[in-house]
């Protein structure tokens, strides 16, 4: 069974462990605030009540051979730095930690994390295209350029078939799979017809699937402004 141990219980360290509550991992949970380690103290392996930036102490608690370690210390910047080089120096293989600013995360990076996440950008990246598109129902960034998203089939592919369209060659996608209103995704294969309220999963870059789900040639005024949100999240 892994080992995941969190180091502060802030809004991004209580939805991991909520994650983690379904799985079957071994969980340690630590952060300063009784209150809040008492409301997870029966559904997780162990509850410590300490200061992470305590780096003996935090040598004592953590299990020597963990898997994981996430970070999140809420606005204590200094703290969370601390707390990841610690790790870091511990041996601590995966160090996932939250930061608040671009300056943060780049320190974070520095002194070891393996990750750093930045949940109100990519909360905002997530949300942002379904604001601007009827079409796009999901939508996730999964690094650098290229996101993952749910996009309602147009009313223009309804009864052609996945080969006639080609999407990959067209519109630079690629299609994972389709599912039918409320069913399941389901394997498709080339003969495929679209259908009235079919859904697609695909992936691309985010100008390919913006193209797919007829923002650049319908919404002008949608694209300028989605463009403004994305060049403000990439702005360093």
């Known amino acids: 069974m ?6 502060g ?4 360290g209580e939805a ?19 209150e809040v380690l008492d409301r997870y103290r029966d559904t997780v392996s162990a509850a410590i009540g300490m200061d992470v930036i305590n780096q003996e102490a935090l040598e004592k608690t953590l299990p020597k051979h963990i898997d994981a ?5 809420g606005k204590n910047i200094e703290a969370s730095i601390l ?19 671009d300056a943060h995360g780049e320190i974070l990076e520095i002194v070891g994390a393996t990750k750093v996440v930045f949940p109100n950008r990519e909360a905002a990246k997530r949300i942002v295209p379904q604001i601007v598109s009827n079409l796009v129902l999901n939508y996730l960034p999964v690094g650098g350029n290229l996101v993952i998203a749910e996009v309602e089939i147009p009313d223009s ?3 052609r078939t996945v080969l006639e369209l080609d999407l990959r060659k067209k519109y630079g996608l690629n299609l994972i799979s389709v599912r039918s209103n409320e069913t399941a995704y389901q394997l498709f294969t080339p003969d495929y017809k679209f259908k009235e309220g079919d ?33 403000l999240f990439n702005r360093k």
């Open 2 to 7: 892994k080992q995941v141990a969190i180091l």
């Open 9 to 12: 219980l802030s809004y991004f």
């Open 16 to 34: 991991v462990l909520a994650e983690l509550l379904e799985m079957d991992v071994d969980i340690l949970i630590i952060d300063k605030d009784r």
């Open 69 to 73: 370690v996430v970070i999140d210390m």
């Open 83 to 101: 707390a990841a080089s610690y790790c870091r120096k511990l041996g601590v293989h995966t160090i996932i930690a939250k930061a608040e600013t």
């Open 157 to 159: 592919f309804i009864g």
């Open 199 to 231: 859904i697609a999963l695909v992936s691309g870059t985010e100008t390919d699937v913006d193209r797919f789900a007829g923002r650049l040639e319908k919404e002008g005024e949608s694209r300028g402004f989605f463009k403004s949100i994305r060049e």
